[in-house]
């Protein structure tokens, strides 16, 4: 194994002519999935850049042995899950492939938000009140593979936020009512959209007794949410967007739904990172736009569409600082360890939880 701390002095010129090296002798054999909140300097190597969805779907049909997967953990258990299915398995005759994080330590405070024995005490909380049958439990999918086994277990599905009202309006053509986890934001805001009503709407407070609902309540809701959120989008402010649309008359708001449901009432619309990067992309030269997702894509569109003016809705820069734990050096210490045999921060999921979060994850594909 290769020692990281060589790596830490070495020029960016010099790190990516040896990324070039490693990627030439690997050739179709190693592919480079990148998140769109990742810095540049990864973005730009990268093989793809998507969201959630394009991501999971981009890891499923790759033919690839190995992915490195700049991102966070989450998204790396869904592509392990994903690319090593028992057919694919077969099909390399007999190999996994291999899925490689940047840095282990790079999670998602949301999707630790909930655990399997937390979602597990919350199902056992509402047998004794309501009938559990009647609800579809659905998953954003940032969340761990074990919160996605709990969902597959139950007749339930993963959702991004691309595909949220599309997943929740399928669950409930088939049963009355949806569990939601672990992003009440995202869960509150698709809801809303379908016509369900504000009462018939309940937030879960997580570690509580009825999650500090009364019985009435969780009898009368069509969705239960559990109240997680991710810190990076609540950070947009009410008092910053009404200033840039006073300053600057017939401007636009367009903001993720992971936001709070009082920051998206002031929008013009909402949508997944692709979809915000859509709106400014086709928006008309001269536009001037306010986007409220993670700070280093924001700064990404303002700096790539010199024609618009992009600006962020909040005080202070939101980033990621678990999106932004990839680094040059790291990419360049993978991969020449995978290249040596040595493949270092390799993401595995147990195959009885990657059964069960298969079931739930069918629904992205
Ligand atoms: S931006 Fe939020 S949801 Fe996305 S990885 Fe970071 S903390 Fe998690």
Redesign the pocket.
């Known amino acids: 194994m290769r020692n990281f701390s060589d790596y830490a002095e070495l020029s960016a010129d010099e790190l990516r002519a040896r990324i070039a090296a490693v990627r030439a002798a690997a050739g179709d054999r190693l592919v480079v999935l990148a998140?769109y909140?990742v810095p540049d300097e990864v973005v730009d190597l990268a093989d793809f850049v998507g969201d959630s969805l394009g991501l999971a779907k981009q890891a499923a049909a790759s033919p690839a042995e190995a992915v490195l997967f700049c991102?966070?953990k989450?998204m790396l258990e869904t592509a392990d899950v994903l690319m090593n299915r028992p057919d694919k398995i077969a099909a390399r005759g007999g190999r996994r492939a291999v899925v490689m994080a940047l840095d282990l330590s790079a999670?998602?405070?949301?999707?630790d938000m909930i655990t399997a024995e937390q979602a597990e005490d919350w199902k056992r909380q509402l047998d004794e009140l309501v009938d559990f049958s009647e609800f579809t439990p659905i998953t954003y999918v940032?969340s761990s593979s074990e919160t996605k086994a709990f969902c597959g277990r139950f007749g339930g599905k993963v959702c991004t936020s691309a595909n949220a009202e599309k997943v929740v309006r399928e669950a409930l053509a088939n049963r009355p009512k949806v569990l939601f986890m672990p992003?009440s934001r995202l869960g509150r805001t698709t809801c809303l959209t379908l016509g369900i009503a504000p009462e018939e709407i309940v937030t879960w407070r997580p570690n509580k007794p009825l999650g500090l609902a009364t019985p009435e309540e969780i009898k009368r809701a069509r969705a239960i949410l559990w109240d997680g959120c991710?810190?990076?989008?609540q950070r947009f402010s009410a008092s910053v967007v009404k200033k840039i649309k006073r300053d600057n008359p017939g401007s636009q708001f367009w903001v993720h739904p992971?936001a709070p449901r009082d920051i998206v009432d002031l929008s013009d619309g909402y949508g997944s990172t692709t979809k915000l990067i859509d709106v400014v992309s086709k928006a008309e030269p001269g536009s001037v736009l306010a986007i409220g997702t993670?700070w280093k894509l924001v700064d990404r569109l303002r700096r790539r569409n010199p024609d618009k003016t992009v600006l962020f809705p909040a005080e202070e820069p939101s980033k990621?600082?678990?999106?932004g734990k990839s680094t040059l050096a790291k990419v360049a210490w993978v991969l020449e360890n995978w290249l040596d045999g040595e493949p270092t921060n390799v993401v595995t999921t147990p195959a009885e939880v990657a059964e069960d979060a298969y079931r739930a994850l069918e629904s992205l594909l």
């Open positions: 998140h909140y991102g966070v989450f999670g998602c405070p949301m999707a940032n992003d991710c810190p990076v989008h992971e993670e990621c600082v678990n999106m």
